[in-house]
């Protein structure tokens, strides 16, 4: 059974940088696709962040491009999730998701995913 936790989250001031981090259990987490979403209150589901099982492999929603940074470290078995220049519009919760798979692919849909975490919140004080 694949368990995701998350950690890193918390209140930080607009401008400011915060570093997500998701550990992942009970398989092995190379043979991961790894993602991150979001959900703000009132507002569905989104995506923020994949990386394939080398890492080799990334995609991002524009809206983060050049600010977020998502890398992983298979001998950690954790994903993280670097947040430069935050603005107050990306508070949310902050989901880690993972999916098995057997190519070196990304996935930006969430229901390419199987497994999520408990979620983490993210607070961009203006």
């Known amino acids: 059974q694949v368990q995701l936790v998350e950690s890193g989250g918390g209140l930080v001031q607009t401008g400011g940088s915060l570093r997500l981090s998701c550990a992942l259990s009970?398989?092995?987490?190379?043979?991961?696709?790894m993602g991150w979403f979001r959900q703000a209150p009132g507002k569905e589901r989104e995506f923020v962040a994949t990386?394939?099982?080398?890492?080799?492999?990334?995609n991002y929603t524009d809206s983060v491009k050049g600010r977020f940074t998502i890398s992983r470290d298979n001998a950690k078995n954790t994903i993280y999730l670097q947040m430069n220049s935050l603005k107050p519009e990306v508070s949310a919760a902050y989901y880690c998701?993972?999916?098995?798979?057997?190519?070196?692919?990304?996935?930006?849909?969430?229901?390419?995913?199987?497994?999520w975490g408990q979620g983490t919140q993210i607070t961009v004080s203006s």
């Open positions: 990386i394939s099982r080398s890492g080799d492999n990334t």
């Open positions: 998701t993972a999916q098995f798979t057997g190519t070196n692919s990304v996935a930006l849909k969430d229901k390419e995913y199987r497994y």
């Open positions: 009970g398989r092995p987490f190379s043979n991961y696709r």
